[in-house]
């Protein structure tokens, strides 16, 4: 039975944009709560040691991984390292923008170190997109 999508979508690229908007709101709710300083539950990130590192880490890259693929999915008939190139391009200057911005909340700090995490999770997990379509 076909998925639900518009015509010419295959379920699965259907699917992956979904994950991929949804685990992007998830990360926007993240930024929004630790601006207003009301992350509750997941403070507990920042209780563990190198947990907000980690965090940067796998968050980002995660989404870096669900972008590339939706979008060297999506596009068959481009050149996936492209694809890979323009999306962690794209993310790392958000993201960039998002750290930086950190410094005008009182609840947060802006961090280089917060952001080369970032950044690796970028670039690792680009890489695994990139080698998942070899």
Do not use: C
Request: charged share 15%; net charge positive.
């Amino acid at each position: 039975m076909k998925q639900a999508g518009r015509a010419g979508n295959p379920p699965l690229l259907f699917s992956m944009k979904w994950i991929a908007i949804l685990f992007t709101l998830f990360i926007l709710l993240v930024i929004v709560l630790a601006d207003a300083g009301r992350l509750g539950i997941l403070a507990f990130v920042n209780r563990v040691p190198y947990g907000d590192k980690a965090g940067h880490f796998i968050l980002y890259g995660i989404l870096t991984l669900l972008f590339d693929l939706t979008l060297i999915q999506a596009r068959p008939h481009h050149i996936p390292k492209r694809i890979i190139l323009m999306v962690g391009l794209t993310l790392a200057l958000l993201i960039g923008l998002e750290e930086f911005s950190q410094q005008y909340f009182p609840n947060r700090t802006f961090s280089l170190i917060d952001l080369a995490f970032s950044y690796f999770g970028v670039i690792i997990f680009s890489w695994l997109a990139l080698r998942s379509k070899k």
